[in-house]
């Protein structure tokens, strides 16, 4: 009997591999001198879970057949690299080969405890596509890799002190069950970051464009002092941009030097620079293909000879080159500035070189999205058109329109070469629908208007048209109203729209608080629109309007308020008014709703026209402009004026129930609605015919909301006020008085909902005066704003 063995496998992975070629007669010398087995049998043994089918197709050994030595070897290591084993015999018998196997054990549970800074489903997903899966083959080393993955990744968080335990329990059946146990530890506290062998700016100039912070001990709900590899990544980068576009074009950062206190609680930043020399512009030129006047081009630089010279300066005169050569259809140019660097006279020659490529011709305009909305509603917003040359500007414009429409919750915009073709592009809009209809019945509540039952049936896209078409109906304490109307953007191909509206209105100023007077309303118009550039319109409409005043009377049947009695015995309390409006819109927002860029302007004139049971106009102005200040920070600015006065020697002053009123939530903030102004012989607010408003708001993010786009916070300053400027009796201040204007400051919170929009501030006013009402908390919820 003769024994043999080799050792032609060594350790791999932690587990071992043995291959013993077993001959029962003979020695090692009559082993030396077969090189070949005739295979008359082939046998597997040790499975469990594995078909033999599995492993027979992994053998190119067939039986009859002689097999050198080196091809049974080769099978075994062709076996053993499916990772389906932990180890691996070979055994000979007068030919028949025997391939004894040890499989690996399948993961039957993976159980995951201790991490909340990563959510469990996140590790899963993480371990799943590194080969850690229920249901999988376990090995051992795969679970080693993973813990230093683990291990790496919180230490990027800045979390020195993370465990990651794991623990291999076996179960019945050649199965296991993984535990990680993780101990995620705390952020390591940023306490000192040292700029070292910068010469031309301090530490403290430095260390503001980081966003890494030391720690304060009073940053409470900023994580600026916890460190993390990412953030310093971008520190360096901004770093090194500061320096580039202040002239310092040899700047480096020759090493960073980041070390941890014993414990792993503190963490120490030392950035070692080079600043180099200041370097200025000695000359710029242009260069390549033009296309366009050089005089034409010039006007976009950024930079010019004497500068001191700058990155992003130069950036921005390559970018606003390559977008002028994209409005003249040369969609794919390239501007590119190259700086020649002079270093004896620290000088740069800064020369844009400039391949406009071919000019561009849209074949196709693709909308793609639109599962409700009909192609060609779309399709009327398009300012670039199918077969003219691309033009980069009007390609983004059409993009502006369609989120102006309020119908997408997303809308992305792509030029794609088409495929054959060197000179024609394909434009590519993608939008995500969002819900513009709804049908309703709700319950809501404001501090002005008290509980609101509302009941509403609208659509802004009706049946994928573009139309909209609403139906209301509301009741609060101190309004009813039904309204209905319908308006078509597209009345014709050119855009000029029409609409109707129709509406019943019961009003109790009395309940409000603000006077003891009620009106009856109902009427309607008629409203046309017409385009006058991309984004402005004209709308005129004529209507009629029907009021009818009610007040209290005392008990001898005079009125309460003398105004009315007076307004009464001069021109009655039943009204038929025929209406005539003009409006002039601009809209350059960049979103229908809580918008965060653009402007917005509106001017009106309305008249009570000739043959008006009262003759009276009323012109007013609203205008919104935003200014983006960083990534989700905005300033706003927002005014309202308005006047009112009666037509012609007959009609000397604005009928009262046209009055205008100030405070309130959607006013000055801060005092409470419509109670503002001028008071009655009763001490109550009675409005007035001029009204002032103004605002200015920081809009800022909240770092812990993911969607902004439906929630909006701003810390705002508001002032206003109502006045007249004609009194119904004689003894009353006249005309405008900028020592009357009301202030207020406070913060406000706008949420769009399910249940509609949710709007909160908190305001504290600043010149109140005694006889003021104020509110230092106001809200509104499911109520349109």
Request: proline share 3%; aromatic share 12%; hydrophobic share 35%.
């Amino acid at each position: 009997m003769k024994f043999f063995s080799t050792t032609a496998y060594p350790c791999k992975n932690l587990f071992s591999l043995v291959i013993s070629l077993v001959l029962l007669l003979g020695g090692s010398q009559g082993f030396a001198q077969q090189q070949e087995i005739l295979v008359e049998d082939l046998r597997i043994q040790g499975l469990q879970r594995v078909s033999p089918g599995s492993v027979f197709s992994e053998l190119p050994l067939q039986t009859g057949e002689r097999v050198p030595l080196e091809e049974i070897s080769s099978a075994g290591k062709r076996l053993y690299g499916t990772g389906l084993f932990d180890d691996l015999k070979i055994f000979e018998n007068q030919g028949v080969i025997t391939f004894e196997l040890k499989e690996r054990p399948t993961l039957h549970e993976l159980e995951i405890t201790g991490n909340q800074k990563v959510t469990t489903e996140d590790l899963t997903t993480g371990l799943r596509q590194a080969g850690l899966q229920e249901g999988q083959i376990f090995q051992r080393s795969t679970l080693d890799q993973i813990k230093l993955e683990l291990q790496r990744m919180y230490h990027a968080q800045g979390r020195y002190n993370a465990r990651i335990e794991s623990t291999v329990e076996e179960l019945p059946r050649n199965q296991v069950r993984v535990k990680l146990e993780i101990t995620e530890g705390s952020v390591a506290t940023l306490r000192r970051i040292n700029v070292v062998g910068n010469k031309a700016f301090d530490n403290e100039t430095l260390l503001k464009r980081f966003e890494l912070q030391e720690d304060q001990g009073w940053t409470l709900f900023s994580s600026a002092d916890q460190y993390s590899r990412e953030r310093l990544g971008g520190d360096l980068e901004r770093l090194r941009s500061w320096y580039l576009d202040r002239g310092y074009l040899r700047f480096n950062i020759e090493s960073t030097q980041v070390s941890i206190s014993p414990d792993k609680q503190d963490v120490f930043i030392t950035v070692n620079v080079h600043e180099g020399e200041k370097y200025s512009v000695s000359e710029v030129d242009l260069a390549g293909d033009l296309i366009l006047d050089e005089e034409e081009l010039q006007v976009f630089q950024r930079v010019k000879a004497g500068d001191t010279f700058s990155r992003s300066a130069m950036t921005a005169t390559s970018e606003a080159m390559r977008r002028r050569l994209g409005v003249e259809g040369y969609t794919f140019a390239e501007v590119n500035g190259r700086p020649d660097i002079d270093d004896e006279n620290l000088e740069v020659k800064i020369t844009f070189l400039v391949d406009p490529g071919n000019r561009m011709y849209v074949r196709r305009v693709n909308f793609r999205g639109n599962t409700g909305t009909q192609d060609e509603v779309l399709r009327r917003e398009m300012l670039q058109m199918e077969g003219a040359s691309a033009n980069s500007d009007l390609i983004e414009a059409s993009k502006a329109r369609l989120e102006r429409l309020g119908y997408f919750s997303q809308v992305n915009v792509e030029t794609s070469p088409v495929s054959g073709s060197d000179d024609l592009v394909d434009v590519n809009f993608t939008v995500e629908e969002q819900p513009s209809g709804s049908i309703s019945a709700s319950i809501g509540y404001s501090q002005s208007s008290g509980i609101v039952f509302g009941a509403s049936l609208s659509q802004s896209n009706f049946l994928g048209t573009g139309s909209t078409a609403s139906l209301n109906a509301n009741k609060s304490d101190y309004r009813t109203s039904y309204n209905f109307s319908y308006l078509n953007p597209y009345y014709t191909i050119h855009g000029v729209s029409r609409g109707f509206n129709v509406f019943y209105r019961e009003t109790d100023f009395d309940a409000l608080g603000v006077t003891n007077f009620a009106t009856d309303a109902y009427g309607g118009n008629v409203t046309y629109g017409y385009p006058i550039s991309n984004d402005s319109r004209l709308s005129f409409s004529l209507g009629l309007d029907s009021t009818d005043i009610r007040a209290n009377r005392k008990t001898d049947g005079t009125y309460i308020i003398d105004e009315i009695d007076t307004f009464n015995d001069l021109y009655g309390l039943e009204f038929l008014n025929y209406k005539l409006t003009g409006r002039w819109i601009q809209n350059k927002l960049n979103r229908g709703i809580l918008a965060t860029a653009g402007s917005y302007q509106r001017l009106s004139l309305d008249l009570a026209t000739p043959g008006s049971d009262y003759e009276y106009y009323k012109a007013e102005y609203r205008g919104q402009k935003y200014f983006p200040l960083a990534e989700g920070w905005s300033l706003k600015f927002r005014t309202e004026l308005g006047f009112g006065d009666g037509l012609g020697s007959d009609y000397d002053r604005l009928p009262f129930f046209e009055h205008y009123y100030a405070g309130g939530l959607n006013s000055v903030r801060g005092y409470r609605t419509s109670r503002l102004g001028p008071e009655n012989s009763s001490g109550n607010a009675f409005g007035g015919n001029l009204l002032t408003e103004g605002s200015a708001e920081i809009i800022f993010p909240l770092w812990f909301i993911e969607d902004q786009r439906s929630l909006q916070t701003s810390v705002f300053v508001d002032a206003g006020n109502v006045f007249n400027t004609r009194c119904y009796e004689q003894a009353c201040e006249r005309g405008f008085d900028a020592d009357e204007l009301r202030l207020s400051a406070g913060v406000s919170l706008t949420w769009l909902t399910a249940i509609g929009p949710l709007a909160f501030s908190i305001a504290e006013p600043l010149n109140d005066k005694e006889s003021d009402d104020t509110e230092f908390f106001q809200f509104s919820i499911g109520q349109t704003f």
